[in-house]
């Protein structure tokens, strides 16, 4: 099943509220430090709700420690990004695929952007508009995953 990695999230809320949907689909979730708020956090406590004894989290002190677990395991890194070039309603996703999302302000570093294994974007009509919320990009980005997968029988 594809995994969620949130790469230096700033917003306790938006990381609540992907802990949400992450609990809600059994979909394990990464975070990679630095972070711009403490694991304890009552606004992120707040918006997970009661569902953190459901989440399968994994927290990786920085870039280095992430890439080592995903050594162990496998699978693609793609990252979401405005900057993509594959429609993510158009890329075919794997089951071992490793979701990428950046921060809220800067989105994927650089570094990892150039590691992953591909780069997919989510359209959006108005050209003004830099990006969606974090989380519902996630959620976005998630559910193709598990519908294109056969998960959301």
Known sequence: MPQVVLVNPQIPPNTGNIARTCAATGTELHLVGPLG???????????????????????????EAFKNIHHERGGRWLGFT????????????????????????TGLPTAVLSACDAKVYIPMAQPGVRSLNL???????????????????
Not at 84 to 104: I, K, P, R, T, V
Not at 136 to 147: D, H, I, K, P, Q
Request: proline content about 1%; aromatic content about 18%; some cysteine.
């Open 37 to 63: 708020f403490e694991i304890s956090d009552r606004y992120l406590k707040r918006a997970g709700l009661d569902y953190w004894p459901y989440v399968k989290l994994h927290y990786h002190e920085s870039l």
């Open 135 to 153: 989380s519902v990009s996630v959620a976005v980005g998630l559910f193709e995953a598990r519908r294109q997968l056969g998960y959301l029988q």
């Open 82 to 105: 405005v900057g993509g070039s594959c429609n993510y309603a158009n890329f075919q996703f794997q089951a071992d695929d490793w979701l990428l999302f950046g921060s809220e302000t």
